[in-house]
């Protein structure tokens, strides 16, 4: 099992940048695939970015060249850097962990993107 919490979110005028983080309650280390999902009102949560733990990552098509996903297993923690950010982009962004085939999830940091 694996806590995670994230931080970060908040709001930020179109255009502007954030730094997502999500640190976890135990190593990562063995997590293989940690991730950046969001969810807007009325929407499905989707795909931002995925991250394995030999680097290889993934993005969703509409946040590519818009951020960047990346870990540090040593401090336990996931980063999303989100650059160019657009209204469309306000959600709630929740971090997840592949355990054993089981998904954990934090409890998700609000993003508003002003226009």
């Known amino acids: 099992q694996v806590l995670l919490v994230e931080s970060g979110g908040g709001l930020v005028q179109a255009g502007g940048s954030l730094r997502l983080s999500c640190i976890a309650s135990?190593?990562?280390?063995?997590?293989?695939?940690m991730g950046w999902y969001r969810q807007a009102p009325g929407k499905q949560r989707e795909l931002v970015a995925t991250?394995?733990?030999?680097?290889?990552?993934n993005y969703a098509e509409s946040m590519k060249g818009r951020c960047t996903i990346s870990r540090d297993n040593a401090k336990n923690t996931v980063y999303l850097q989100m650059n160019s950010l657009k209204p469309e982009d306000t959600a709630v962004y929740y971090c997840n962990g592949v355990v054993s085939g089981l998904h954990y999830w934090g409890t998700g940091t609000l993003v508003t993107v002003s226009s």
């Open positions: 991250i394995t733990s030999g680097g290889s990552t």
């Open positions: 135990r190593s990562i280390f063995s997590i293989n695939t």
